[in-house]
């Protein structure tokens, strides 16, 4: 957390780096310091902006120092833009020159931040009572107290082994009640950064939301630290963490970011709490239900229905046996499918699954508050542990994930087919129309015909010349998401009830997506 001591104490540059070292320098959503942000500051804050300028500018100079040891020299070097400074003067220049827009994001982060910090330490002493854990992080407010020691491995150490063949990428949700996700997110921000790790991380009020890739020794050393640290300790355990082969090439970057939910339900957590889940089932504890309903003879009037919580495109290359998979694009349109087919869940055993968890922690919290279900359970771990156990189990198929992989295979089974030949395959690839980002699954023969568009519309518009059409004239939901229901129906029309107000939007989808990228410039499949 930001220091609130004044600057009229004249401390150096390598001390206001000490003091601010938690800060977010990829924080593009700040506004440029203007007059309507100077408007919004306090009177005392106002007087601080040439102190704050050069926090920035001093705190973004010191991320970009490199060990000396990595090129025998013992003297700071510096390494930005893919160029490699050796005096200081030239990487000031350097930074001063080109990344004016990043100093001047910064500058207004520092500012409201100092603004924050005021206020929040004057309502503190007003109540004349403190957190215990909050005090004891603002004592520790240098960054350096939470990264962890890296100076007996060398810079190659952390770096190799980074691609997906000897990599490692990590994926683990925590729900606990943070009260400064902001300074949370400066810390992961920091601590990635240390790591050479990149990845999505969600953070809230209501807990973090992760996956990093990186090397084995980075991932290993990022796990003890979250184990380690106060805030998260007595909730995470190592088992937590899922584990899987890939790498820090595995995401074109890193993304963390403060939003409302760690995984984008739509509904507020003050709404629909995490504190009030259903009944969490180990892997093997799963395996037997799942057996037991799949042993019964009629299934259909079975007081058992098995729900996958995840999107169509995940389900449709891999799911349990028996499941009802619905029909979906987001994960933000299950609570209106739960509404908009209620009956179906009457007087049930609900068992949900998703990929590691955290869909179930507020899916099965929503459907347990329509208090129509017998009872609500959901695998602890998600797919990813149950796959680690069971492998060729009753889940067949691929298991659908985030980022470049785009699947993890642990069977030989395939369950979905070509779009073009319907012969068996579930290997996806992008639409290859531009600004397209549906995900099409097409056999290489049908490939080879020249079948790599999402739909027929989109491969007409890709043989067009470039020139035909406008840039902006696509959309993401084109013919093969247009005629899909928004919010299917899994009953007859006599049964449905009303469906409950939709969701506000949000272009972040299940796992930890902060945002939604320029599609042009994006390899992220479409969350459709």
């Known amino acids: 957390m930001p220091s609130s001591t004044s600057p009229d104490?004249?401390?150096?540059?390598?001390?206001?780096?000490?003091?601010?070292?938690?800060?977010?320098?990829?924080?593009?959503?700040?506004?440029?310091?203007?007059?309507?942000?100077?408007?919004?500051?306090?009177?005392?804050?106002?007087?601080?902006?040439?102190?704050?300028?050069?926090?920035?500018?001093?705190?973004?100079?010191?991320?970009?120092?490199v060990p000396a040891s990595s090129f025998e020299c013992k003297e700071k070097w510096w390494k930005c833009c893919q160029q490699l400074f050796t005096a200081q003067t030239s990487i000031h220049r350097h930074v001063a020159t080109q990344h004016a827009d990043e100093i001047c994001h910064q500058t207004a982060s520092i500012l409201k931040q100092?603004?924050?910090?005021?206020?929040?330490?004057?309502s503190l002493k007003s109540a004349n009572k403190r957190n215990p854990l909050i005090e004891y992080l603002t004592r520790n407010h240098d960054m350096s107290a939470?990264?962890?020691?890296i100076s007996c491995f060398s810079p190659d150490e952390l770096i190799s082994g980074q691609d997906s063949d000897k990599g490692e990428v990590l994926l683990y949700y925590c729900y606990r009640d943070l009260e400064d996700p902001h300074w949370v997110c400066a810390w992961q921000t920091a601590l990635c950064q240390h790591l050479h790790l990149t990845g999505k991380v969600r953070i809230a009020t209501e807990g973090i939301n992760g996956t990093v890739g990186g090397s084995k020794l980075a991932t290993r050393l990022y796990v003890e630290v979250m184990l380690s640290c106060p805030l998260f300790k007595d909730y995470l355990c190592k088992d937590d963490f899922k584990t899987s082969k890939g790498g820090a090439c595995c995401f074109?970057?890193?993304?963390?970011?403060?939003?409302?939910?760690?995984?984008?339900?739509?509904?507020?957590?003050?709404?629909?709490?995490?504190?009030?889940?259903?009944?969490h089932l180990s892997p093997?504890?799963?395996?037997?239900?799942?057996?037991?309903?799949?042993?019964?003879?009629?299934?259909?009037?079975?007081?058992?229905?098995?729900?996958?919580?995840?999107?169509?495109y995940e389900s449709k290359i891999g799911r349990f046996q028996g499941c009802l998979a619905p029909d979906i694009r987001k994960f933000s349109y299950f609570p209106s499918y739960v509404d908009k087919n209620l009956e179906l869940f009457r007087e049930k055993r609900v068992l949900m699954y998703c990929t590691g968890g955290i869909r179930c922690e507020r899916g099965s919290a929503y459907l347990k508050a329509k208090g129509v279900c017998k009872e609500v359970f959901q695998l602890k771990g998600g797919i990813h542990k149950y796959l680690e156990e069971f492998p060729d189990g009753f889940y067949k198929g691929k298991l659908?994930?985030?980022?470049?992989?785009?699947?993890?295979?642990?069977?030989?089974?395939?369950?979905?087919?070509?779009s073009y030949c319907g012969a068996p395959?579930?290997?996806?690839?992008?639409?290859?129309?531009?600004?397209?980002?549906?995900l099409?699954?097409?056999?290489?023969?049908?490939?080879?015909?020249?079948?790599?568009?999402?739909?027929?519309?989109?491969?007409?518009?890709?043989?067009?010349?470039?020139?035909?059409?406008?840039q902006n004239s696509f959309k993401e939901e084109c013919e093969c998401t247009a005629r899909r229901p928004r919010i299917p129906s899994e009953l007859s029309p006599q049964a449905q009830l009303p469906v409950s107000p939709e969701p506000k939007p949000d272009v972040d989808e299940d796992g930890p997506c902060l945002c939604e990228p320029h599609r042009q410039h994006s390899s992220k499949p479409s969350q459709s």
């Open 425 to 438: 395959w579930d290997q996806y690839k992008l639409c290859s129309t531009p600004q397209c980002r549906q």
């Open 114 to 122: 100092l603004t924050v910090t005021l206020s929040s330490s004057k």
């Open 146 to 149: 939470w990264l962890p020691d």
């Open 9 to 65: 104490q004249g401390e150096d540059l390598e001390t206001c780096v000490l003091r601010f070292s938690d800060l977010d320098l990829k924080d593009t959503s700040l506004v440029n310091p203007s007059s309507s942000l100077k408007a919004e500051l306090d009177v005392n804050i106002k007087k601080k902006y040439s102190f704050a300028k050069k926090k920035a500018f001093a705190l973004f100079v010191k991320t970009k120092e």
């Open 252 to 279: 074109p970057e890193l993304r963390v970011g403060v939003f409302e939910e760690i995984v984008p339900m739509g509904i507020s957590p003050n709404e629909i709490s995490y504190k009030k889940p259903g009944i």
């Open 440 to 470: 099409v699954l097409t056999c290489p023969a049908c490939q080879g015909q020249g079948f790599t568009a999402c739909c027929v519309t989109c491969q007409e518009k890709g043989n067009r010349p470039a020139s035909s059409y406008a």
């Open 284 to 312: 093997g504890e799963f395996h037997k239900e799942v057996e037991k309903f799949l042993s019964q003879a009629n299934q259909e009037q079975s007081d058992t229905i098995l729900v996958d919580c995840r999107n169509f």
């Open 400 to 418: 659908f994930v985030f980022d470049e992989r785009y699947a993890l295979s642990y069977n030989s089974d395939i369950v979905s087919e070509c």
